[in-house]
Nanobody, 114 residues
Framework: VQLQASGGGSVQAGGSLTLSCVAS????????MAWHRQAPGNQRELVAR???????DYADSVKGRFTISRGNRKNSSHLQMNKLEPEDTGVYYC?????????WGKGTLVTVSS
């Protein structure tokens, strides 16, 4: 399984960014897509995830600001991040969970300046 993530970058506080991720591999069924992030000096934390049926979960810190959705391609997801805050700065990782296994993409840096 390979994960390809895109998006990220630098933005001022209050701005928006969109992250996208696609998981690909042979004979993959529909799995759970998630985004985690890791700020400098902090542990990696869950930001949002969405299951195969499209029901999302969010970290309390991003509720009302971030929206995760499934893309048109199977096992793809988008993370729309609005009203970004400096505390949202970190490396964002896409994760695909399927049949008890987890697969991680390379991180993409999001920097929010005040």
């Amino acid at each position: 399984v390979q994960l390809q993530a895109s998006g990220g970058g630098s933005v001022q506080a209050g701005g928006s960014l969109t992250l996208s991720c696609v998981a690909s591999g042979s004979n993959l069924g529909v799995g759970t897509m998630a985004w985690h992030r890791q700020a400098p000096g902090n542990q990696r934390e869950l930001v949002a995830r969405i299951g195969g049926l499209g029901s999302p979960d969010y970290a309390d810190s991003v509720k009302g600001r971030f929206t995760i959705s499934r893309g048109n391609r199977k096992n793809s997801s988008h993370l729309q991040m609005n009203k970004l805050e400096p505390e949202d700065t970190g490396v964002y990782y896409c994760k695909f969970a399927y049949r008890g296994r987890e697969y991680w993409g390379k991180g993409t840096l999001v920097t929010v300046s005040s």
